[in-house]
């Protein structure tokens, strides 16, 4: 059984930051990249940042690059998304996912169809 654990979504004023958390628990799942993506309301979700665990890598949508990071912590089987700069748009439920599968490829790691195993997701929430 795999388990996957948001936390850090709340109320900010654009301009602000946040620092959302995801834990990952479990065996059997392929940990080669974690990612996390979003959904405003009634829009696709999206996938906002990637890391591929043990290398550091990062891959982010061009929405947020430069204004989002991931960051991993592996010791503690959990990765971070430090986010500033925050406007409205970037509001929404913020998902992290698990259990990469299929090929590797520029942005694959952003597709929501490659991930097995889902969070319940944290809101996030951009107004002044």
């Known amino acids: 059984q795999v388990q996957v654990l948001e936390s850090g979504g709340e109320s900010v004023s654009p301009g602000g930051s946040l620092r959302l958390s995801c834990e990952v628990s479990?065996?059997?799942?392929?940990?080669?990249?974690l990612a996390w993506f979003r959904q405003a309301a009634g829009k696709d979700r999206e996938g906002v940042a990637a890391?591929?665990?043990?290398?550091?890598?990062?891959d982010y949508a061009a929405s947020v690059e430069g204004r989002f990071t991931v960051l991993e912590d592996n010791s503690r089987n959990t990765i971070f998304l430090l986010m500033t700069n925050l406007q409205p748009e970037d509001s929404g439920m913020y998902y992290c996912?698990?259990?990469?599968?299929?090929?590797?490829?520029?942005?694959?790691?952003?597709?929501?169809?490659?991930?097995?195993?889902w969070g319940q997701g944290t809101r996030v929430n951009i107004s002044s």
């Open positions: 890391i591929r665990r043990g290398f550091g890598s990062t």
């Open positions: 996912a698990a259990g990469f599968q299929g090929a590797l490829g520029p942005g694959a790691a952003r597709l929501p169809d490659r991930f097995n195993y």
């Open positions: 479990g065996n059997n799942y392929n940990t080669y990249y």
